[in-house]
């Protein structure tokens, strides 16, 4: 059944998405129970899972990036309201959109196997609308590092972190995934080996490199495998196992639980 229709324009092209009602119902329980996975976004690897998978795309190729260059090159030096500029505005949002498509298709198919997978997804919880704010200020107040804030944004942007989060999110209706969120402190400075926490401990952006053990491993993947202890601590705490889409309960278990937990190594027995 069609709920609603939405008539969208992107550059010269229009689509029409259309809202249906399937009749399907959110699963109780998961195909593989007992599976749970840990995922780390990042601005170099999108993806970065607690099992050690690296996922990963380009949205644009070379040469769509040289074009793009220039097309902007163009455009400011084309004079307001002309046609040349209308017409290389227009070649600009014909690669924006195919950048887009791209990242949507990717975040779907990775969001897609990560639920088909696992009784349990942990995600940091991230709240990106507040992070890809613009750090200029105002003229009294004026902001500080801005360009390299402004690098942070787009690399945020481009790998498409809250659109992963909708598809994981859409995804887990179907396959009776629960999806966790979890606090995102210190998930990057903790071993996931021993539990200390140490900033030097984080080598550079690709090597961690545990200060108080022998633990080397990539650094995405250690914030990763930090994220499924956390989601795992924060299901223990419930009283009772809940669906996708459910709400959490407010029963918890007796403080140092979660401690214990982010110490043990994550295995799919504790996730059940």
Known sequence: MIRSATVSQEGQLWFV?????DGKVVADTHAQPGSAVGAD?????????????????EFTTT????????????????AKHSRNRT?????????????????????????????RENALVALEGLKTKQMTKSAKGTVEAPGRNVRAKAGLNRAILSKGWHQFNLALESAA?????????????????RCSACGKVDPKSRESQAVFRCLHC??????DVNAARNVLAAGLAVTACEDNARPAGRA????????????????QPPTAATAA
């Open 17 to 21: 998405s259309f809202l249906v009602d």
């Open 248 to 263: 959490a309960s407010a029963k918890q278990e007796p403080a140092g639980n979660r401690e214990e937990l982010l110490l």
């Open 173 to 189: 209706r179907y396959s009776g995934t629960l999806v966790v969120s979890v606090p995102a402190q210190y998930t990057s400075q």
């Open 214 to 219: 022998s633990y080397v491993g990539h650094a």
């Open 41 to 57: 976004r990042g601005v170099v690897v999108a993806i970065a899972t607690s099992e050690g998978g690296l996922k990963d795309r």
């Open 87 to 115: 017409k290389t505005r227009a070649a600009l949002a014909e690669i924006g959109g195919r950048e887009r498509r791209r990242r949507q298709d990717f975040c779907v198919q990775i969001a897609h196997q990560l639920a």
């Open 63 to 78: 040469g769509e990036r040289r074009r793009a260059v220039l097309l902007q090159r163009a455009l400011s030096r084309a």
